[in-house]
């Protein structure tokens, strides 16, 4: 069974930093697109950052509005995706979630487009 594991949350202070990792139980995941989506209490599933594999043998990355300039997402291999978040600001606070899936959708920032779903980390940026 594919598992997506997550680590790197954590209580940060506004401006801090933190680095979320996660890493596919699969080699298959290597093509796959992985990205990050988060969740606040009373909120909606929303898009952070995304990976996707290109034929030219890259990665593209895309970045929700709201985290760009301050977040970066890297494949670090085939199956790990890592976001490094700088700046964070108390409105950042939420569980984060790794997702996959085989496809590059064009719908990408639609929770319901991914397949795989980590378990969710927690990041608390306190004030």
């Known amino acids: 069974q594919v598992q997506l594991v997550e680590s790197g949350g954590g209580l940060v202070q506004t401006g801090g930093s933190l680095r979320l990792s996660c890493a596919a139980s699969q080699r298959t995941f290597s093509s796959y697109s992985m990205g990050w989506f988060r969740q606040a209490p009373g909120k909606e599933r929303e898009f952070v950052a995304l990976?996707?594999?290109?034929?030219?043998?890259?990665?593209?990355k895309y970045y929700a509005n709201s985290v760009r300039g301050r977040f970066t997402i890297s494949r670090d291999d085939g199956n790990t995706v890592s976001l490094r978040m700088n700046s964070l600001k108390p409105e950042d606070t939420a569980v984060y979630y790794c997702?996959?899936?085989?496809?590059?959708?064009?719908?990408?920032?639609?929770?319901?487009?991914?397949?795989?779903w980590g378990q969710g980390t927690q990041v608390t940026v306190s004030s």
């Open positions: 990976t996707t594999w290109s034929s030219g043998g890259t990665y593209y």
């Open positions: 997702a996959a899936d085989p496809r590059a959708s064009t719908s990408y920032k639609v929770p319901n487009e991914y397949d795989y």
